[in-house]
């Protein structure tokens, strides 16, 4: 066994362990993974089913689910662009339209330098300031295509 299998194995354990006897506690033990790491690697969901008595399909149906979940390691920024119905309305799928042509990336996707990660949200809380986008925690209001440009030059260090 190579050494980040090893690893891997201890922060699982120790982790299912940290939640035992929760109610509930599989959304508790992803979210803890996928801070510790980042992501939840595929090579975890059999040892969290092994240690929790979950099939693979239980554990995979609620990662599929809640949007929050990755099973691949994001870039450095996370953009989240929102698609809910009051940013639709102010323009925001011409918004979506311009960030995936301008980072090159779908949806799910991260750049091919690895600095940025595209996410679709379906509401930031901040409709009356439609369009909106969330990179990493700072939100931003009625976004343009020009300021998504000049939010995206910052994190490229263009400044």
Do not use: W
């Not at 691949?72 to 339209?97: K, T, Y």
């Amino acid at each position: 066994m190579n050494s980040s299998a090893v690893s891997l194995q201890e922060i699982v354990e120790s982790t299912v362990e940290a939640h035992r006897g929760k109610i509930g506690p599989l959304m508790p033990v992803l979210h803890s993974i996928q801070e510790k790491l980042g992501y939840i690697p595929g090579e975890a969901v059999p040892m969290i089913g092994r240690l929790m008595n979950l099939s693979r399909a239980e554990i995979h149906g609620v990662m599929s689910f809640y949007h929050d979940f990755r099973s691949e390691p994001a870039g450095d920024h996370v953009i989240h662009l929102c698609r809910a119905e009051a940013c639709q309305a102010m323009g925001s799928a011409l918004l979506e339209q311009h960030a995936r042509a301008r980072l090159g990336v779908e949806f799910g996707e991260t750049t091919a330098d690895g600095l940025i990660t595209l996410e679709p949200v379906y509401c930031l809380g901040n409709c009356a300031c439609s369009p909106s986008i969330r990179i990493d925690d700072d939100v931003y209001a009625r976004v343009s295509a020009e300021q998504f440009d000049e939010l995206i030059a910052r994190l490229q260090g263009e400044e």
